[in-house]
């Protein structure tokens, strides 16, 4: 959900390093922090996709998953082979405890504001908040998602999201015109889990930026890895008598009620007794 004081790109979780040395301790807790971003916007991820996404060695990656998942950030996701064959495939995804270190204390203070909300002023009250606050992002987010196109919007829309840290992507799906806006963290994914009405707001405002009915596939609030919404970004015509091919030409109604067939393309047979 963007319930979220504007912010730029969320705070890595703070890593620990084998190394002594100061700048190694630098070089490797920056680079471990890249690593775990990457899982958060992608995840599930493979070591393979992140050395390619980071141009480091497989061996490298895998090291600093290892510790990632030392340090319970991390966790193996095993999903289905490709193809439906051989074994599955070996990815990671972003623990629970990854999503609560980068979001601080903030959701456990939100929780308790709209639980107070709640007792005092009854659950439509949190549905108001809900609405009022995502009209504040609307309004933010229009100024950027301006594209013509759906598929231009909704990449403007994952850019904006990642501005306010919730590592955004678009996933195109194989075979359709869809596409998934993905969002790899949500800083009060713990206050969704108990107010889904935050979520659903957030649901409308995105399907009148995008100017698309979107579907909302799976959230993080509720067990998901990733924030998945479904978006249709091309939905065809239906098509009219102007866009027949030339020379196609329509094909014959029906016959007449009475059973009569139609002779208007039969040639006229001369009057009997003439030649």
């Not at 070591?47 to 319970?72: F, K, Q, Y």
């Not at 206050?191 to 959230?219: I, N, W």
């Not at 091309?234 to 109604?253: C, I, L, N, Q, W």
Request: aromatic share 2%; proline share 9%; charged share 25%.
């Amino acid at each position: 959900m963007t319930i979220t004081p504007r912010a730029t790109h969320a705070t890595p979780a703070r890593l620990a390093s084998p190394r002594p040395a100061a700048e190694g301790v630098d070089h490797e807790s920056t680079t471990r922090a890249r690593v775990l971003q990457h899982v958060l916007a992608d995840g599930p991820v493979t070591a393979a996709a992140l050395a390619r996404t980071l141009d480091l060695s497989a061996a490298g990656i895998r090291r600093h998953l290892g510790c990632l998942e030392d340090d319970g950030l991390v966790a193996v996701h095993h999903g289905r082979p490709t193809g439906g064959r051989g074994r599955p495939a070996r990815s990671y995804v972003a623990t629970d405890r990854a999503h609560a270190e980068i979001s601080g204390e903030y959701p456990d203070i939100a929780s308790q504001a709209l639980r107070f909300l709640a007792e005092v002023a009854g659950n439509g009250a949190i549905e108001e908040f809900a609405q009022a606050r995502m009209v504040e992002l609307e309004e933010r987010y229009s100024a950027v998602v301006t594209a013509d196109d759906v598929d231009g919007r909704v990449r403007q829309l994952a850019d904006a999201l990642s501005a306010d840290g919730f590592a955004a992507s678009v996933r195109p799906v194989e075979g359709t015109s869809t596409v998934q806006l993905c969002q790899g963290h949500c800083p009060v994914a713990h206050v969704a889990a108990q107010f889904p009405q935050l979520c659903d707001a957030e649901a409308q405002v995105f399907s009148r930026l995008l100017g698309s009915h979107t579907q909302r596939l799976v959230t993080l609030a509720n067990g998901g890895h990733v924030c998945t919404t479904n978006v249709p970004v091309h939905v065809p015509a239906p098509r009219t008598r102007s866009d027949r091919p030339p020379g196609d030409r329509e094909p014959p109604g029906p016959p007449e009620p009475d059973g009569t067939p139609d002779l208007s393309d039969t040639p006229e047979r001369p009057m009997e007794g003439t030649r």
